[in-house]
């Protein structure tokens, strides 16, 4: 662990025991978040992002769930087995969470100024008269217009993106180190994604906070993002930076990925898809997760998973196209 | 494109309002103006795509089209045939070459009947009476829309959500309709299905021959899958023109907006135009242009009139007091 690393998820895995059987959403994931930066989870539903980011503060419930392996180091404590009290003292003031759907996350029954001021107290001694004001400033921040106004707001009062940007002041309000923002803008339109947007970026510019972004939508993580770890089957598949995985990508699923996508700003005639579907969690293929879908599958795919190496500089594939074992290299 | 075929469905004039019933003793506290005075027409064979933000109505403009929400006022005329005076009893045939496919697979599918069945279920409602000629028509349609004969005994849960939908796209071909309305038909998929569904409804239109109008929040999907591109905002279309034409050369300050917003894999060669607000209630729209209050190149005479929906250029119409 280098100096300015300031969280590293080492081969976590988070199982889900069901009646139909164990469900393996998160299934040894590696990465490592530095200080200042902003890391994009990308991957499709179901792949295991959402319960990456939740297993970090271990928000999931459990039973059924429960980490099985692995560590979540910040601060040389490992959060994945430290105690639950420990745990309350860092999720929301060194580590916050913004969710996606701000409908569900936010309490109908409190306006908005009292649930960031609850937090706000939950944390440390302020005075009432202090919360109120950091609370005012922090949806400014979020160019709310009329802060004073919005405080005594309920949920159901505002639209749904004034709503999600509330949710991002009060993620804000103990200036935490790390913000995970879990989908933050799938449950607005294109138009209020665009202001969210612009509001995280001012906040990666403004604040000395390390950003973990989670989306299905590659599209996003040129804006935001200065490294992308793209998320298969509940592995981390591939983890380069930003520019460089978007101009040449090695995994053949991050390949896929990125070519059936449409893009606005050139005209196809018809899209490439990836053929088959995103793998069950509870039957995962043998091998590689994506062999079954994959175009350049190897003998090898089928019988023995990949390890994420890294191929150049901060570049990791976890294919055998790249391994000694498969060997393109 | 197509302009000069034969029109497969005009739209003129169309209205629903929703009214809101309100208040201890209920009375009529107002009118939600989901679709407000809406004119397209639709050419045999070609994709218009609709394209709005939620609430704008786009929803609503596809479920009166087909009656299945009674319009308030206008006309729409489905091959020469009024649907708005069509009794009940006659819409019966008209669906059959009218159909909707819907956005979210899984509640528009019987999770207690086999998928065969419900396919099988158009046939039967539109008269097919032959059991076996059924069979047949049932593993036809399952095999167009890519799906194994074999699976018609399942049931929707044990499919996929790609799957549901092609199975949702398979009941709406039933009866060979010569328009679907696809109602965000690949909105709740994954990218990597969302590319495989919509190459094969490009593969039935251009086999079949069939239009659809296509509804979508997402511009870029719109682009790959239209001829003609129309923008909804609060319950008006705002801008209609071919797809060259709409993205090359974008009139609406709100589609400007649109395409701003819109990320892309390549770096943005513009600056980004960031609308203020959100959309406001369709309860209460805005006097005089409904976009004034978030429009960046907002003047004097827009809160006072509004703006008529005109052509500015060939096939290009736009309603908006810049181009006036």
């Known amino acids: 662990m280098t100096a300015d690393t300031v969280l590293e998820v080492k081969n976590l895995k988070t199982w889900f025991y069901t009646r139909r059987g164990i469900v393996k959403a998160v299934n040894g994931v590696d990465f490592t978040l530095k200080r200042g930066e902003c890391l994009c989870l990308v991957g499709e539903s179901g792949c295991g992002k959402t319960v990456t980011a939740l297993s970090i503060l271990r928000l ?103 709503k999600q940007r509330a949710m991002i002041a009060m993620s804000l309000s103990c ?3 790390i913000l995970i923002a879990d989908e933050p803008t799938t449950a607005v339109d294109v138009t209020i994604r665009a202001q969210i947007m612009h509001i995280l970026q001012e906040l990666k510019a403004n604040r000395d906070m390390s950003i973990i972004f989670i989306t299905h939508d590659l599209s996003l993580v040129r804006e935001i993002g200065d490294r992308a770890a793209v998320v298969y089957g509940g592995k981390v598949v591939e983890v380069d930076t930003v520019e460089h995985i978007l101009e040449s990508p090695a995994h053949p699923y991050t390949i896929g990925l990125m070519r059936c996508l449409p ?36 003998e090898i795919c ?14 990791a594939v976890a294919c055998h196209l790249f391994s000694d074992a498969g060997g393109k290299n | 494109m197509n302009m000069s075929g034969a029109q497969i469905l005009q739209v003129r004039g169309l209205k629903k309002y929703f009214r809101v019933i309100s208040g201890l003793i209920p009375r009529l506290s107002g009118e939600i103006k989901a679709v407000d005075g809406v004119s397209l027409a639709i050419g045999e064979g070609e994709v218009l795509g609709l394209v ?4 704008c109505g786009k929803s609503t403009l596809g479920k009166t089209i087909m009656r299945l929400e009674e319009p308030t006022s206008g006309e729409i005329i489905f091959n020469g045939v009024d649907v708005v005076k069509l009794k009940k009893k006659d819409l019966q045939a008209l669906r059959g070459k009218l159909q909707i496919v819907f956005q979210d697979p899984d509640s528009s599918l019987d999770p207690r009947m086999t998928v065969g069945g419900s396919i099988e279920e158009a046939l039967i409602v539109h008269g097919v009476k032959d059991p076996a000629e059924r069979n047949d028509r049932v593993a036809g349609l399952m095999e167009k829309v890519g799906l194994e004969a074999g699976f018609v005994d399942r049931y929707p849960h044990e499919f996929s959500g790609g799957q549901k939908q092609r199975i949702g796209i398979a009941r709406a071909l039933a009866m060979d ?50 001829d ?36 892309s894999l390549r770096p943005a060669s513009k600056e980004r135009i960031l609308l203020k607000g959100d959309v406001p209630s369709p309860l209460n729209p805005p006097a005089g242009c409904r976009f004034h209050t978030r429009c960046h190149r907002v003047m004097a005479i827009c809160p006072q009139s509004e703006p008529e929906f005109r052509e500015v250029a060939p096939g290009h119409n736009v309603a908006c007091h810049l181009y006036a």
């Open chain 2, 52 to 55: 709005g933000e939620s609430g």
């Open chain 2, 228 to 263: 003609r591109v129309a923008v909804m905002y609060l319950g008006k279309i705002v801008e209609l023109a071919d797809k060259r034409e709409f993205f090359q050369n974008p009139m609406h300050p709100y589609t400007e907006a649109l395409l701003s917003a819109i990320a």
């Open chain 1, 60 to 162: 999931f419930d459990s039973p059924p769930g429960r980490i099985v392996e692995g560590e979540v180091i910040y601060e040389g404590m490992d959060l994945a087995s430290c105690t639950i009290q420990r745990l309350r003292q860092i999720r929301g003031k060194d580590i916050a969470m913004v969710f996606q759907n701000a409908q569900s996350a936010l309490n109908p029954v409190f306006t908005i100024g009292d649930q960031i001021v609850e937090q706000i107290n939950a944390h440390g001694q302020v005075s009432g008269a202090d919360a109120i004001a950091k609370a005012c400033r922090l949806l400014e921040e979020m160019k709310i217009s009329q802060p004073e106004r919005a405080l005594k707001m309920y949920p159901h009062q505002m639209s749904g993106g004034m």
């Open chain 2, 177 to 226: 309709p010569q328009l679907i309305i696809a109602d965000e038909p690949v909105s709740a998929l994954d990218v990597s299905v969302q590319a495989q569904i919509l190459n094969l409804m490009m593969d039935i239109k251009d086999r079949d021959g069939l239009a659809y109008m296509f509804v979508s929040h997402d511009l870029s999907v719109v682009k790959y899958i239209s």
């Open chain 1, 175 to 177: 200036d935490p180190c």
């Open chain 1, 302 to 315: 089928r019988s023995k998973d990949p390890m994420l190496m890294n191929i150049a500089g901060v570049h």
């Open chain 1, 263 to 298: 893009d606005i700003s050139t005209d196809s005639k018809r899209l490439p898809s990836i053929p088959g579907n995103t793998p069950n969690p509870i039957d995962m293929p043998a091998g590689c997760s994506f062999h079954p879908r994959c175009q350049e599958v190897m």
